[in-house]
């Protein structure tokens, strides 16, 4: 089959949800700058529409989309509202300064959401979606209308609710499946009956927005624009709550290397795709699995020896797309100690990384100090150093030093020294084993009632000299957040996973004191 020639009416619109979607994952919080970090370059890679947030859900939420709507330069900056005025009115002043803004509000459509979330009658909720729709036109022309759980709903109200929505001036429609409970061939259907039955179908946009709670979110999204939908609504690496969602890069990829059987294009440069990986990866602290589709690090991995002698022979034979398409280069094993700064850019460079001037320049000190302790140098640590300089490059409260007494003769103790806003304190704690010694000074120095739910330790690479990762997983509240930390020494690397976690809760509003003089 022939590729046909791309045109408008075959684009398929990326609405990236990472920051909005994304950040309820369970412990993925952002701070405020890093939310800005990941919306540039979500717009330099030609997202359509990004979601920034939920503005009435906090006022760090509303500062968030409020400043993304005055930085991004291409994409439509959106903000998501419930059927309440409040959050409509919040949303539209939060998207007010954007050169093209979005206000997407949804309802509960299905019987079971109705009956037990709402405990509203079905006329009720049709009138909510006229109403909610017409006060989002006060604010923009361009309003999403969603039907939330809209795979379980009836299909005679649901495009009676479609209907009247696009009637008070909805321009996208998103049909989600809140639940991961569809599959393709039904998914696919739903969208067809929509848009055979509802008679002024053809003035709005449809959009999927995919939930993977069977797997099946790509394949659904997939499904849902060959039954007529011309907007995807997805995440990097698939984040989002429970299993997840559709991953952009996997959508983005299946178009292009399908497009014989998936006629169908983006705008996204996929060789911007493995960039944006690390970096959600990075300052959310959730790490990519190994064998994750396009952007995991095994990939473009070959051990079997069969494939190899394939690969050898020719990349086609185990390979549908290569890696500089994703923005991933072969690699090879060539730092150390006495590699200089432009090697080190351009190992970045390689690598999919690209830092403001002053994160390359703490990076490319901790590289040296890494290559004094280390006597290979695999991009796997260079990975793990930077990730762990994005993610805590805002840090109000960073490791200075530590200094710990283990063994078989207990007590265990610690002796850390931490910078405080600028200020150097210093403490010294026993524990039940030198882990926990060590999160004992932490805690002298900045008590809080945070507990710990995670504690996980692995190697980044082989070899006794290896670097450790560390992740930690704090809870403060109804506040859950993911940290990670890297050092060969797995005891500071702890300490740096267990900062970074307090770092986020404090940028989260979560109360602390830290103690203004040395214990």
């Known amino acids: 089959m022939t590729t046909q020639t791309p045109s408008e009416q075959d684009r398929v619109v990326i609405f990236d949800t990472t920051l909005r979607d994304g950040e309820q994952s369970p412990g993925a919080t952002m701070t405020h700058d890093e939310k800005l970090e990941v919306a540039e370059i979500l717009d330099q890679m030609g997202v359509d529409i990004i979601e920034a947030g939920f503005p009435i859900a906090s006022d760090g939420d509303f500062q968030a989309v409020h400043e993304i709507a005055q930085r991004t330069k291409n994409a439509v900056v959106c903000g998501l509202a419930r059927a309440s005025f409040k959050d409509i009115d919040r949303a539209g002043e939060a998207i007010k300064p954007a050169r093209r803004g979005r206000i997407h509000t949804f309802l509960s459509t299905s019987p079971v959401h109705m009956k037990w979330k709402l405990q509203k009658e079905p006329h009720e909720v049709l009138d ?82 995919c939930h993977d709670d069977l797997g099946m979110a790509v394949a659904n999204s997939v499904a849902g624009v060959r039954g007529g939908a011309r907007q995807i609504e997805c995440t990097i690496n698939g984040i989002g709550e429970r299993a997840g969602n559709a991953a952009l890069e996997e959508v983005v990829m299946a178009l292009k290397v399908r497009n014989d059987v998936l006629p169908f294009h983006t705008n996204i440069d996929a060789t911007m795709l493995t960039r944006a990986s690390k970096l959600v990866s990075a300052v959310t602290s959730f790490p990519v699995q190994y064998n994750k589709a396009i952007v995991g690090r095994n990939a473009f991995a070959h051990e079997s020896g069969i494939h190899q002698d394939g690969m050898l022979k020719n990349t086609q034979t185990y390979e549908i797309m290569t890696p500089e398409t994703v923005g991933v280069k072969q690699t090879s094993l060539v730092m150390g100690k006495h590699s200089g700064r432009h090697a080190f850019v351009h190992k970045l460079e390689e690598l999919g990384y690209q830092l403001a001037a002053n994160q390359l320049e703490d990076a490319f000190v901790r590289f040296k100090a890494l290559a004094d302790r280390k006597k290979h140098i695999y991009d796997e640590d260079i990975e793990a150093l930077v990730d762990e300089e994005i993610a805590h490059a805002h840090d109000r409260i960073k490791l200075v030093s530590l200094t710990v007494i283990a063994g078989t003769m207990g007590p265990q103790s610690a002796t850390a020294t931490l910078d405080i806003e600028g200020k150097h304190m210093t403490v010294q704690a026993t524990g039940n084993g030198p882990v926990d010694a060590t999160f004992n ?46 050092d060969p020494d797995t005891l500071v690397a702890s300490a740096k996973a267990y900062l970074g976690a307090l ?17």
């Open 128 to 209: 909510m979606v006229i109403a909610q729709v017409t006060r989002a036109r006060n604010f923009t022309d361009d309003v999403e209308w969603s039907a939330e759980d809209g795979t379980r709903t009836e299909h005679d109200f649901l495009c009676r609710c479609v209907e009247a929505a696009i009637k008070a001036g909805a321009t996208t429609i998103n049909i989600p499946d809140t639940v991961g409970y569809t599959v393709p061939e039904e998914y696919m259907a739903l969208f067809e009956m929509v848009r055979a039955r509802v008679p002024n179908a053809d003035l709005a946009r449809f959009s999927v927005h």
């Open 441 to 486: 000074c932490i805690k002298a120095l900045v008590p809080h009632e945070a507990t710990l739910e995670l504690y996980q330790v692995h190697a980044v690479t082989q070899g006794t000299d290896a670097q450790a990762e560390v992740s930690v997983r704090l809870a403060a509240g109804d506040k859950s957040v993911t940290a990670k930390g890297a």
């Open 503 to 519: 770092n986020k809760l404090l940028a989260r509003g979560v109360r602390m004191h830290a103690q203004h003089s040395a214990q």
